[in-house]
């Protein structure tokens, strides 16, 4: 399901892929509209699953942040993101993933980090565990 959440470049928001076509994709919005709409191969698409966040000795994928999120918010975050002082929202992410990279991670990110995972638990889009490997036992 992750796989195919992805956003969209000069648009807010997330969508969801339904299909692809000749030098385009097929888009729902995760929203309460769930508009569709066709987005072409000159936007700039990016997967959620290929989205990581940067700390000082990795790359955190973006589903497991947004895991550790869940776990301590256990819903939809509860603040507004646009009411609170960027002091805050650093502090809050600093408590989420402490040693995330404070040069390279900017306030920004962290805003938009927030609203996806506002949008995904809105949706009750919240399975952000990573899919178990199936492994075949071979005799």
């Known amino acids: ?4 959440i992805l956003t969209i470049s000069g648009k807010p ?4 892929m339904l299909s692809r076509g000749n030098n385009m994709f097929i888009v729902e ?9 066709p987005v072409y191969n000159s936007d700039k ?12 000795t990795e790359e955190i994928p973006l589903r497991k942040v947004f895991e550790l999120i869940y776990e ?6 509860p603040f507004n993101i646009k ?4 002091e805050e929202l650093t502090e809050h992410f600093a408590g989420i993933l ?6 390279r ?13 506002n949008i995904l638990v809105a949706n009750e889009i919240t399975d952000f565990k990573e899919p178990e490997e199936e492994t075949t036992e071979e005799a």
């Open 13 to 16: 928001g997330l969508y969801r």
């Open 105 to 117: 991670v900017y306030l920004t990110h962290i805003k938009k980090i927030y609203s996806w995972y």
């Open 98 to 103: 402490p040693d995330y990279d404070r040069e």
């Open 29 to 37: 919005a995760i929203d309460a509209t769930h508009k569709r709409q």
């Open 1 to 4: 399901m992750f796989e195919t």
């Open 83 to 86: 009411e609170t002082t960027p």
């Open 45 to 56: 698409i990016v997967l959620l699953d290929d989205i990581a966040i940067y700390t000082d």
């Open 72 to 77: 301590k918010a256990a819903g939809v975050l």
